[in-house]
């Protein structure tokens, strides 16, 4: 079975400070992660994955994540802050298994400070 | 090209009233998916479909029933609603093989009261 954890439901840094969004997974088999974004009052949209190639996977809108093995996580990463990233943020786990779907975390809502 | 389009957006009903929730996707995608999404939950899934004619049971069914006639559109029933409904639904597609990314719809906010 597979699992995901966020750490925090809410986050707040400073415009232009570093963002830090935790993220650990639970899989028995090699996983795919994401990480979606979710703007008020809208559905999701992909941020980036990692399909088991290189292990720091850049997204749109300047962020990255890392995929450490040997953690088990997959933490969100922008060096900057901006006010427009303010959102929903949801770390996801599936695998090339036929019948595994996409579970999601509880989500990290991510607030941004002048 | 429009992605994953709901109908309605927005809905109120009273307890014990039935609807349901159109999904359409223009991607060609095999599998659709619907959830829903309450504050501090994340997002629960509902049913699932992985090809027309197709429908498979998620984490939370009861309640709701589906249909998948059209590859298509994802049909979101609910025969007798109930306030523990209210939610926000969202629908979402994917293509079958690999990492399934999923595209989302807007969402349709149900309220019942």
């Known amino acids: 079975a597979q699992s995901v954890t966020q750490l925090g439901s809410h986050v707040s840094v400073s415009e232009g400070a570093l963002v830090l969004l935790r993220c650990n997974y639970s899989s028995s088999v090699p996983p795919y992660l994401f990480w979606y974004v979710q703007y008020p009052n809208q559905g999701l949209q992909l941020l980036l994955k990692y399909t088991s190639a290189a292990t720091l996977v850049k997204g749109i809108n300047g962020f990255e994540a890392e995929f450490k093995k040997s953690e088990t996580s997959f933490h969100l990463t922008k060096p900057s802050a901006h006010m427009s990233d303010a959102a929903e943020y949801f770390c996801?786990?599936?695998?090339?298994?036929?019948?595994?779907?996409?579970?999601f975390g509880k989500g990290t809502r991510l607030h941004i400070l002048p | 090209n429009a992605g994953v389009t709901q109908t309605p957006k927005f809905r109120v009903l009273k307890t014990g009233q039935s609807m349901t929730l159109l999904c359409a996707q223009d991607?060609?995608?095999?599998?659709m998916y619907w959830y829903r999404q309450d504050p501090g939950m994340g997002l629960r899934l509902i049913h699932y479909s992985v090809g027309e004619g197709t429908t498979a049971k998620g984490e939370v069914p009861d309640g709701y029933n589906v249909s998948r006639l059209k590859k298509q559109n994802f049909l979101l029933g609910l025969e007798s609603a109930a306030p523990s409904q209210t939610s926000v639904y969202f629908c979402a597609s994917s293509p079958p093989g690999g990492p399934r990314e999923q595209f989302f719809g807007p969402g349709t906010r149900l309220t019942v009261l």
């Open positions: 996801a786990v599936s695998s090339m298994n036929r019948d595994d779907k996409i579970i």
């Open positions: 991607m060609n995608h095999e599998y």
